[in-house]
């Protein structure tokens, strides 16, 4: 190229020149790509068919994504948010629900919460989280019964319960005096994984036998994906190995799965012990944060955009909203985990807290207006 | 140590894409053959033309005279025959009168040694006339005639000078090589301000990443024993905004709607005390520019010094060219610049860089719609909602985007570069203050 035939671009453009590369298409496939390993790990330990429940999931909420853009004669498709919440809402399934129980919920998702309301950016309630707990109280029994993972040992006895469920049931049997979280499932006959005691084993005597201290035998199996629960919520290590990258991209930022996680923790580790009979100041909080869809919801459903407060500071108050209302929920609800509910329940806050959470001008020292 | 401070709200953290030319040396590019001198380099009304077709220019000589309250003189840049007297768009969509000289004759300057002129006697009044007869203008983007920026308001002082070494934009080297390379013409330059404004305290900023630069002034500084604080600054677009770097360095915040003499400051930045300093040392009016040539489509990116009038076209050339598909050839930063099409747009005095941009580097993209993510708020150092905004302004709801802040925006670019549905919030601002002025809502 030369500029001596004076040919210069024709791009005609108003500042500024150039951008960051952050792109709302690129965000939503980073998101769905990252959840992938996670998605995975779930159809390897439940089978076959919770592959066909993801792939339900993202091709219903396609179509519906592709007919209502069709009518309303926009061209959304490729920007990847339908895919993302399909993917989403397939991941919060039980691997065994009947096939047509995500679709329901995948077009639920994106006709009714998301297109009723315009569109992407418009809804304000989590599409993914809404589908799902429509059909939650449309078929709480398929919903509700959990497949045991192929890497723990088969145990009749707790089948098609999930941890936090038996603990739940467990609260009206034991009259509130469920105990440690982990004996309490160990009592009820709950499985352990041979991976679980061999990595506990190693810990303990390499690692924190050394820091004077020692854990049971237990949390490896939650942190690792070998328990019972929705497809793609098992795996604690590989959901948090995805928020690195989301991270570290800026595509999410820390603020609100910061403010989640320490207000549930904090309340977990002060009134959680309390809730199940052992005292003040004794929750289990590594327990509570690797089951019932916490990490999925506090990374991944809780940072949405679309549904969650525009500044720091509301985003701030945003998750710690949503670590109480889990915990409310958890503890105290009817409902066993409890991050779904507390989650659209704040995106209704999300409008309230972005009136008092507005950023303060420069240049006018008495406040605003 | 002293601790880096910025401005607390907002910012931004573009790549920078310094490195290809911080290091560089300013050269001087070569003399045109022709320079096309736009009658308006200056906020206010163009110059009136004080020559006319065929007539013979010396280097240097008054073209065109500032006409009106507020203006600026304009010079020729080169020794020549006027051509013509052009009319021509610039960069920032502008219709202006030119006048087209062609190269002939003599330099009076050029290739000789400059003569010194002593200033420590000269009052304020012979000082200030010696800035406004030279046609020094702030050469950062504003272009507001320094005499008349200088000649302070009745009633206001001065109390804190703020020369402006930020230089924050990407891309952008010139001013950080003029500091390293001519740090004694700039601090004379800020010792002449000095003495017409008397302030109480006179402050360098400059940002951390050109600790050569902070170097190379702090020690003139000591060495002559001046009283003149350096600050180095984090490094934070868009700290060489005047609203950002009053914020950073005395910590006060500019009233909405008022400009930094309202808090006692006034800020230049280098290029602008540069011309000053020449103004008044050599009687050399502003004839030439440090301008940064950069981008990834340009072969060999440089710092030159480029006579007002030269052509776009023609420094590029001078830096070998283009060697990748460039999808926008930018007219300043890349965040507040123009994008021009024609390449014989000319370079006027507040042209701070001509940068080729690849599509790699300007990474576009198809706008989608809003998905609420805040990025603009959070960056936006004004704090303001530039979502809300933009939105109230696409519902021609003006009088409501007023209340809301739209006049405080400075159009710095931060919303738009942050957002990931390349909604263009700047644009919208723009139109938005376009329409509420004609509807009597803004000044």
Not at chain 1, 115 to 126: A, D, R
Not at chain 2, 186 to 194: F, K, M, T
């Amino acid at each position: 190229m030369s500029t001596g035939s004076r040919s210069a671009p024709v791009t005609v453009a108003s500042s500024p020149q150039f951008f960051d590369s952050a792109h709302t298409r690129r965000i939503m496939w980073t998101v769905s790509a990252v959840l992938t390993p996670a998605a995975a790990w779930g159809v390897y330990v439940f089978g076959i068919h919770a592959f066909f429940v993801l792939f339900a999931s993202i091709i219903a909420a396609v179509i519906g994504e592709g007919v209502m853009a069709r009518i309303l004669n926009r061209r959304t498709l490729r920007d990847g948010s339908a895919v993302l919440t399909g993917l989403m809402v397939g991941m919060t399934m039980p691997p065994a629900v009947p096939v047509y129980i995500p679709v329901v919920a995948s077009l639920f998702a994106i006709i009714v919460v998301k297109w009723t309301f315009g569109g992407l950016g418009s809804n304000w309630m989590n599409p993914a989280l809404a589908g799902r707990v429509f059909v939650y109280f449309s078929w709480t029994p398929a919903m509700t019964g959990w497949t045991m993972p192929s890497t723990l040992p088969q145990a009749d006895a707790v089948s098609g319960a999930s941890m936090l469920g038996l603990i739940k049931q467990g609260l009206s049997g034991t009259g509130g005096h469920v105990g440690s979280p982990l004996r309490f499932l160990r009592d009820a006959g709950f499985p352990v994984s041979t991976t679980d005691t061999a990595v506990t084993d190693w810990l303990n005597q390499h690692v924190l036998h050394a820091l004077g201290f020692s854990i049971p035998g237990g949390y490896v199996d939650p942190f690792l994906g070998n328990i019972p629960g929705s497809i793609g919520e098992v795996s604690a290590a590989l959901l948090l190995l995805g928020t690195v990258v989301l991270l570290a991209r800026r595509i999410i930022t820390w603020e609100i799965p910061a403010s989640y996680f320490l207000s549930f923790a904090l309340l977990t580790w002060v009134f959680g012990g309390a809730r199940y009979g052992t005292g003040l100041f004794g929750g289990d909080i590594l327990f509570q944060l690797f089951t019932g869809g916490f990490i999925l919801g506090a990374f991944y459903m809780a940072t949405d955009t679309v549904t969650t407060p525009l500044t720091s500071a509301g985003m701030l108050i945003y998750g710690g909203g949503a670590g109480i209302l889990t915990f409310l929920i958890r503890f105290y609800g009817a409902v066993p985990e409890g991050v779904a509910l507390a989650i659209i329940l704040m995106n209704v806050f999300t409008p309230l807290i972005n009136r008092y959470t507005r950023p303060g001008r420069y240049g006018l020292s008495e406040g605003r207006r | 140590m002293t601790i880096a401070r910025t401005f607390p709200r907002g910012g931004i953290h573009p790549e920078e894409h310094k490195e290809v030319t911080r290091k560089r040396h300013i050269w001087n590019a070569a003399i045109p053959s022709h320079c096309i001198v736009p009658l308006l380099q200056h906020a206010g009304a163009p110059a009136e033309a004080t020559v006319k077709r065929g007539d013979r220019v010396r280097e240097g000589m008054l073209i065109g005279r500032a006409t009106g309250s507020i203006s600026a003189h304009v010079h020729s840049p080169i020794p020549g025959v006027v051509t013509e007297l052009r009319d021509l768009f610039l960069p920032s969509g502008v219709r202006s009168t030119a006048v087209v000289i062609r190269l002939e004759g003599e330099f009076d300057r050029l290739g000789k040694a400059p003569q010194r002129h002593e200033w420590a006697k000269l009052s304020r009044r012979e000082l200030l006339g010696l800035i406004q007869e030279h046609g020094v203008v702030g050469m950062g983007g504003a272009s507001f005639p320094t005499h008349l920026k200088y000649r302070l308001p009745r009633g206001r002082e001065c109390t804190h000078l703020i020369l402006n070494g930020c230089e924050s934009e990407p891309y952008l080297s010139g001013e950080h090589r003029l500091m390293v390379e001519h740090p004694e013409e700039i601090v004379e330059g800020l010792q002449i301000a000095a003495a017409i404004l008397r302030p109480d305290h006179v402050a360098v900023g400059i940002e951390n990443n050109k600790p050569d630069a902070i170097a190379a002034v702090q020690r003139l500084v000591k060495e002559r024993g001046l009283d003149v604080r350096v600050y180095p600054l984090k490094v934070k677009y868009p700290q060489g905004d005047e609203k950002q770097l009053v914020r950073a360095v005395m910590g006060e915040e500019i009233p909405s709607g008022g400009s930094p003499i309202d808090v006692g400051a006034v800020v230049s930045n280098v290029s602008t005390v540069m011309a000053l300093f020449e103004a008044v040392c050599l009687r050399k009016p502003v004839i030439e520019r440090v301008v940064t040539v950069s981008g990834d489509a340009v072969a060999n990116p440089a710092n030159l010094k480029v006579r007002i009038g030269t052509t776009i076209g023609e420094l590029i050339q001078e830096c070998g060219g283009l060697v990748k598909e460039a999808e926008r050839i930018v007219c300043g930063g890349p965040m507040m610049g123009a994008t021009i099409t024609d390449l014989s747009t000319p370079v006027t005095k507040d042209t701070s860089a001509v940068l080729a941009l690849t599509a790699a580097e300007v990474h576009a993209g198809e706008e989608t719609p809003c998905i609420q993510c805040g990025r603009c708020v959070r960056s936006c150092p004004m704090g303001l909602e530039p979502t809300l905004l933009y939105k109230l302004i696409d519902h021609r709801e003006y009088a409501a985007s007023v209340e809301n802040g739209l006049a405080d925006c400075v159009e710095c670019g931060c919303c738009s570069y942050s957002c990931p549905a390349r909604i263009p919030l700047v644009e919208g601002m723009r139109s938005g203050k376009q329409v509420a002025r004609t509807e009597g809502l803004l000044p």
